[in-house]
């Protein structure tokens, strides 16, 4: 089995198939992982272009210079911008290693299904390969409906639709894994 990916911090990747719900149940969960006391970082990947800058702003113009990195910011929030020209995919490890100096208690990965962090897995039948449930990685799989294959007997089986209970294991796993870090 590949070696797990180190970091300061406990990181849990939350890996499912486009159409599951990733995005709408992290919406759900990080309030109430906030109401915990928790302080979660999420690192999201995207698999198509994206420009949080516009044309013709002053940053936009900066960055289409040559500038590499741009930061902007205000009393309200701050944005890093760097292209990454010739890069095939984003390198988790480095964008991990950004998350440390924000010191958080937990960073949630949205997406990354092939590296080696653990994983709460979201299967909602029908949408994907439900080889998605297996793996070394697999922690938990929250599910819309019974599981379509055999789950392994260490993977924590929760519904889909349960954010508290979702949450509660969150916080659970996120204990033990202090414990282990320790």
Excluded at 82 to 87: A, K, L, M, V, Y
Excluded at 102 to 126: C, M, Q, S, T
């Amino acid at each position: 089995m590949e070696k797990e990916l180190t970091a300061p911090f406990p990181v849990l990747g939350i890996a499912a198939w486009s159409g599951t719900g990733k995005t709408t149940l992290l919406e759900k969960l990080l309030p109430r992982l906030g109401e915990y006391g928790l302080k979660v970082a999420v690192i999201k990947h995207a698999h198509h272009s994206f420009d949080v800058d516009q044309p013709g702003k002053d940053s936009y113009k900066l960055r289409s210079a040559g500038a590499a990195p741009v930061l902007v910011a205000s009393r309200q929030r701050f944005a890093l911008m760097q292209e990454t020209p010739g890069q095939k995919e984003p390198d988790l490890a480095q964008l991990i290693a950004m998350m440390a100096p924000h010191n958080p208690d937990l960073v949630i990965v949205e997406g990354f299904k092939a590296w080696p962090i653990p994983k709460l897995v979201l299967y909602r039948n029908g949408i994907g390969d439900e080889a998605i449930l297996t793996g070394p990685w697999v922690e938990a799989a929250a599910l819309s409906a019974p599981p379509p294959i055999a789950l392994a007997a260490s993977v924590a089986q929760l519904d889909l639709d349960d954010h508290e209970a979702i949450a509660q294991w969150v916080v659970a796993w996120l204990s033990a894994k202090n414990d282990t870090m320790s």
